[in-house]
């Protein structure tokens, strides 16, 4: 179940647990297969070998200050530097080869807590703290380094839960809709849930109907879509033996067989005029009549109801009974498509890595970060069932415990060259308020006296994300007049 925790499913059997667990998570590292070693001090570097070696089974090689880092690090290493004999002083020399290298990922170390200003880099950074700590290595590994493939982090996790059953997300606005859904869920009301295929409506559907008082009782799902038209009267409301030619017997509906408990109409949208009107019937009363019958009779269950087309639109070519869609459009839910919440892909990815690594047998330790930036930049017009096929094939094609791009098909391959549309419209839309933007980022930087990271902190961005915005429109020597800057 897609973003559900801690549901009763069974365990899978110790020969499928072919995940490496660090600390308390099962989760593979975001870093490549060779990982190049940057400093002088032979403890830190036996003690990341270790670790890298042991937990992420990667291969180690040093690297000295008189190598050259374009010759010695390649776009399939992860280069980890040892800031502490560096400074911004040193850009002619060996720094302005170090930060020219291209690395998949950059891991940077030193006494701070963070990277200083004059090691920003064009590509996947991330930065330690030292003294090392194996859990703080495995955090950085496993989290921090995703929210650099979306540049405007941090992300904060939310987390909905529904008796036990628990959604997660860090996207904000889909986090309102699943605490409205809640609120109301509890509540024997009819609910209309609109969403693209693939976005997760019958999950939700599942949650809804979990946190109310008929979770006791049955949920019975109905894909309209599906029932032949004919058909579509019977199989929601029965039928006695005789009522066509083919009914040999009598048949209980969709509507007496969930009892009192909830029953899902999927893709509502196909019924026709005379079906919508025997459903609305059946909301506003409950009441209905087996086909081929005259006795009426009383539904209990809770009707929720999912689309993925706009039923407004329809309704204004009198495709859609207008009684029906204001009745149900008073608790209408959208859920959003994956490439509105994007911060969602890279947790649900690790999530489904996890799951058909067990599933399958086969042990995944790496991800490679272009692995993640293809699966960042993909439309996934399938959203989320989509997006976990991909994720089981790839789990299926993966070799030395690593995933990597070559793992994806070619057209998932292909966003990590040219983005989505969706990120091409995005370009086109930032064209158009590039201009506030940077006006927006000019008074920030001013009340915060230039500082970085207290501008970043107070535009909800990451000191990476302000930097590169800085970078966008010219802004990174600018100083005030005043003022040094910090």
């Known amino acids: 179940m897609d973003n559900v925790n801690n549901l009763n499913s069974p365990s899978p059997p110790e020969s499928s647990r072919a995940v490496a667990n660090v600390g308390s998570e099962a989760r593979p ?61 040193d850009e002619s020399g060996r720094l302005a080869r170090l930060k020219a290298a291209r690395a998949a990922l950059t891991v940077t170390l030193s006494d701070e807590e963070e990277a200083p200003e004059w090691f920003e880099t064009d590509g996947r950074h991330v ?91 049955p949920l019975v ?6 029932l032949p038209a004919e058909l579509v009267e019977s199989e929601l409301f029965g039928h ?37 009107a ?32 706009d039923l407004n639109g329809l309704m204004s070519r009198n495709e859609f009974r207008s009684d029906l869609y204001y009745r149900l459009s008073v608790l209408e839910f959208d859920i959003p498509p994956l490439r509105e919440r994007r911060q969602d892909i890279v ?11 067990q599933a399958h047998g086969i042990p995944i330790r790496r991800i490679h970060p272009d692995f993640l930036q293809c699966v960042v930049n993909h439309d996934w017009l399938g959203n989320l069932r989509e997006l976990k096929n991909h994720i089981r094939r790839s789990v299926l094609f993966a070799q030395n415990e690593e995933l990597t791009s070559a793992d994806l098909t070619a057209h998932v391959q292909q966003a990590i060259a040219k983005g989505t549309t969706t990120a091409q419209k995005a370009e086109t839309l930032a064209e158009m308020v590039a201009e506030n933007e940077q006006e927006l980022l000019e008074r920030a930087l001013e009340a915060n006296d230039y500082k970085r990271t207290a501008t970043a902190n107070a535009l909800g961005i990451s000191r990476v994300g302000l930097y590169k915005k800085m970078r966008k429109y010219g802004m990174l020597e600018k100083r005030p007049k005043s003022k040094a800057a910090s």
């Open 127 to 217: 930065h330690l703290q030292l003294p090392l700590a194996a859990p703080r290595l495995a955090k950085l590994l496993r989290q921090d380094v995703t929210q650099t493939l979306l540049e405007d982090g941090p992300y904060v996790q939310h987390v909905v839960d529904f008796e036990g059953f628990k959604y997660t997300t860090y996207c904000e606005d889909f986090y309102e809709t699943l605490l409205n859904l809640r609120k109301v869920a509890e509540h024997d009301v009819t609910i209309l849930l609109v969403g693209e295929t693939g976005t997760g409506k019958t999950t939700i559907a599942r949650l809804v109907h979990q946190l109310s008082s008929r979770a006791e009782n």
């Open 29 to 89: 590292a975001i870093v490549t297969a060779t990982c190049v070693l940057l400093t002088p001090d032979p403890g830190l570097r036996q003690q990341l070998a270790r670790l890298l070696n042991q937990d992420y089974g990667c291969t180690t090689r040093e690297m000295s200050w008189d190598d050259d880092p374009q010759a010695t690090v390649d776009e399939d290493a992860s280069l980890f530097v040892d800031l502490r004999q560096l400074d911004s002083n």
């Open 347 to 357: 947790p649900l990815t690790l999530e489904y890595v996890v799951e058909f690594s």
């Open 278 to 309: 025997r459903l609305l019937r059946v909301i506003e009363s409950g009441e209905f009549e087996p086909v081929g019958s005259n006795d009426t009779q009383i539904s209990q269950a809770r009707i929720l109801v999912a689309t993925n087309v």
């Open 221 to 226: 799902t109905v894909a309209c879509g599906a």
């Open 240 to 276: 006695t033996k005789g009522a066509f030619t083919s009914a040999d017997k009598a048949k209980i509906g969709k509507f007496a067989a969930a009892g009192k408990g909830t029953l899902l109409l999927d893709e509502i949208d196909v019924l026709g005029l005379h079906q919508q």
